[in-house]
């Protein structure tokens, strides 16, 4: 009940994988048969995650995955001599409340090294950013907007495509370039990556998520975006991440891609799924609310909270049970802190900490939702009884009155780390030829 966390590898996946480990095991830059027969497997595999965005092969960047990629883009925009030209000065850019941890920490730390402004778009009660309030903290010198396009704690699916056709509007309207940046990581499962359908710029993906390899991802970067170098080295992946290519990890993303085309009816009843672990709490368990929106949400995601119940001890006792949940972000799994997720919806830290991501995935069984339903409610009845704060006049619902404008800001607080007086510029643009095009 994790795979939000991550997927099991696809055996189908492996075994495409297999021959890059052994026979075919030649580094990819090299001239020779070993070293092309390692080249024809990452240009194959480039070929169908870029048929995957509606893209050239030229704009898929392989990377170690989502993490990577998300650095590179809100630095390598704001680190880029055509950007700070074209602003005249310091670059804006736009994030929402909800990004997963390498975003937010990626846009505080570029902010904190003045490198760049930050505004941050707020969501409502559901977890969703609207495009009106994007729009509003956009200024003239705004060049990148990075919105998620699902949720990784609450499968919340952003209006990515609304969003898009504003920045589209904005950029048509002025004489200034905004770029659209979409963390698809979660998406990729479930929903429609087309580029040029969402209007993104640039999309990044890991194939973990995908019943593929760990340590592996793709960045979309839309020909003329432009991004500065972000691993100084050799030229692979078009000069812009240089090192040896991870060969096996690659082919099993591209294998992993592949295989989505296969499982369109699963998902569906995935979602299926989802709906009876959903209905099947609410029922068993007294004032349980699911968070978030239940249509704009991903097939696989069920974010509940249980009133009076600590959401770790939920934890601890389901993996007594042999169920795998998680209390948030995987990433941000050993942090005691609330999730800035659901404090950015209204919620009280209270109520956050007293909530539990489950997520289903292909293997998940309608006797493992049936099994978890009949555990869960003497779980809750267990930690209410120990805690004594089960409050029955309290009113679950008032956290979603809220609002997301309040207590739940996720820049409440400068958590950002002392760098300790690195130079702000990072030694990136120091020394090397820039591309003029760019």
Request: net charge negative.
């Amino acid at each position: 009940m994790d795979y939000a966390a991550t997927t099991p590898l696809d055996e189908k996946v492996f075994a495409d994988m297999m021959p890059y480990f052994s026979e075919k095991y030649g580094n990819p830059s090299s001239i020779h048969s070993f070293g092309e027969d390692a080249q024809e497997g990452i240009i194959k595999a480039r070929k169908i995650v870029a048929d995957f965005f509606g893209a050239k092969d030229s704009e898929i960047i392989f990377t170690s995955g989502a993490t990577e990629g998300n650095n590179a883009v809100i630095k390598g925009i704001v680190m880029s001599r055509k950007i700070w030209e074209a602003c005249g000065g310091k670059p804006h850019i736009v994030v929402s409340d909800v990004e997963h941890d390498c975003v937010l920490e990626s846009a505080k730390r570029v902010m904190k090294d003045g490198l760049a402004e930050v505004s941050f778009a707020p969501v409502g009660s559901d977890g969703r950013v609207s495009a009106d309030d994007v729009q509003k903290l956009i200024q003239p010198n705004t060049v990148l907007v990075s919105v998620m396009y699902a949720n990784n704690e609450t499968g919340a699916i952003q209006p990515v495509q609304e969003i898009g056709r504003m920045i589209t509007r904005e950029n048509e309207a002025g004489n200034k370039k905004i770029y659209f940046h979409i963390d698809a990581a979660q998406a990729v499962n479930y929903l429609d990556c087309n580029a040029d359908a969402l209007g993104a710029d640039l999309i990044t993906i890991s194939a973990h998520k995908i019943y593929g390899p760990k340590g592996v991802g793709a960045l979309y970067a839309r020909t003329g975006t432009p991004l500065a170098k972000f691993m100084d080295g050799g030229e692979q992946e078009f000069g812009l991440r240089a090192g040896t290519h991870n060969v096996p990890g690659i082919v099993g993303l591209g294998s992993a891609i592949a295989q989505l085309e296969n499982y369109k009816e699963k998902n569906k009843e995935i979602g299926r799924l989802r709906d009876r672990l959903i209905d099947g709490i609410l029922a068993s368990v007294s004032r349980s609310a699911l968070n978030g929106s239940r249509e704009n949400r991903l097939p696989n995601n069920v974010n509940m909270r249980f009133e009076g119940a600590e959401g770790e001890a939920i934890l601890i006792m389901l993996k007594d049970k042999g169920v795998a949940v998680s209390t948030g972000s995987a990433c941000a799994a050993k942090s005691l802190s609330s999730s800035h997720v659901l404090k950015s919806m209204g919620l009280t830290d209270l109520d956050a900490h007293s909530s539990i991501r489950f997520s289903l995935g292909r293997q998940t069984a309608q006797e493992d939702i049936d099994y978890v339903i009949s555990a869960v409610p003497g779980i809750i009845e267990k930690l209410r009884g120990v805690s004594g704060s089960f409050d029955h006049s309290t009113n679950l619902s008032q956290a979603d009155e809220k609002g997301s404008k309040g207590e739940g800001s996720v820049f409440l607080d400068d958590d950002v780390i002392d760098r300790g007086g690195l130079p702000a510029d990072l030694g990136c643009e120091k020394g090397r030829q820039v591309d003029e095009s760019l």
